[in-house]
């Protein structure tokens, strides 16, 4: 059984230094908390910082120099930003999935196989294994068992965003990070993914920036709304849409801005 994690955030800034305009403030001072087991969708108008948050939960931003993190991320009570902490044994609790599938220039098999070779050092068999038990969950196994040495990238874009969760899942993280991982989609392989998601919320903690409030309002357990780099208000889903407490919110949510 795979053990899913809670997020706390504690007075999280990040800086992007060394912008045009000497540097931009993209999260300031965020206190979160994220349930396990659960949807939390993080919404706001673009540039507010949505995808900067995700980063912040796998360490994306370690690849960039320019980047200033400050404050506190615990992922089970660990904190994730303490300077001897492995890097890659993060990366694979905390799987991203981003917008637009990115599969490698090798077979739908490989595709999967390759972050097992590197994460988890497991036997040829357990490989395979996993790659079907991966291909399965994300119900694209009956579509591609014939066919398993085939190129991933002649998979339909719908095809290749299952592919991309399956990659993400076979290694078995704690936590999945999506961002608008449907957008690039059309609605039948979106609903796909929103009914696997579903799913999955079951064994993993999910944490899913998107910017379609119909998608919010079917999908989330938990919403965050964020603007200029804030949080402005955060709550289960039923009661952040139908009693938001600030108005910034409350014109969010009626679509006078967006
Ligand atoms: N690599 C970077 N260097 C400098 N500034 C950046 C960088 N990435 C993001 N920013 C700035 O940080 C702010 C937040 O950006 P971010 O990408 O997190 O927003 P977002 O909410 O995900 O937007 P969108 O909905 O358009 O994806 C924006 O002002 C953006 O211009
Ligand atoms: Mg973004």
Redesign the pocket.
């Given at each position: 059984m795979i053990n899913p994690a809670e997020i706390k955030i504690r007075n999280l800034s990040?800086e992007?230094?060394?912008?045009k305009k000497g540097f931009?403030?993209?999260?300031e001072n965020i206190n979160l908390d994220i349930p396990r087991n659960k949807i939390t969708m993080?919404i706001?108008?673009?540039?507010?910082?949505?995808?900067?948050?995700?980063?912040s939960i796998n360490r994306l931003h370690d690849i960039?120099e320019?980047?200033s993190v400050q404050g506190s991320l615990e992922i089970n009570g660990e904190d994730i930003y303490y300077s001897g902490r492995p890097v890659p044994e993060l990366r694979r609790r905390v799987g991203l999935i981003h917008?637009k599938p990115v599969p490698l220039p090798l077979s739908i098999f490989k595709n999967i196989a390759y972050g097992l070779k590197i994460h988890n050092n497991i036997h040829k068999d357990e490989v395979e294994r996993r790659v079907i038990e991966a291909l399965k969950k994300v119900h694209l196994w009956d579509e591609v068992k014939d066919r398993l040495d085939s190129p991933a990238i002649a998979l339909s874009l719908g095809q290749q965003q299952r592919l991309s969760i399956a990659r993400a899942i076979a290694i078995k993280p704690e936590v999945l990070l999506c961002?608008?991982i449907t957008s690039a989609l059309d609605p039948i392989s979106s609903g796909k993914i929103e009914q696997l998601l579903v799913t999955l919320s079951e064994d993993y903690t999910i944490v899913w920036?998107s910017?379609i409030l119909r998608q919010v309002r079917r999908m989330a357990d938990y919403v965050v709304f964020?603007y200029m780099?804030r949080m402005v208000e955060c709550g289960e889903k039923e009661q952040f849409f139908e009693d938001p407490q600030d108005s910034l919110t409350q014109n969010y949510i009626r679509g006078l801005f967006t």
């Open positions: 990040i992007y230094k060394k912008a931009v403030k993209a999260i993080i706001g108008p673009s540039g507010c910082g949505k995808s900067t948050l995700l980063k960039n320019e980047v917008q961002d608008e920036v910017h964020l780099g």
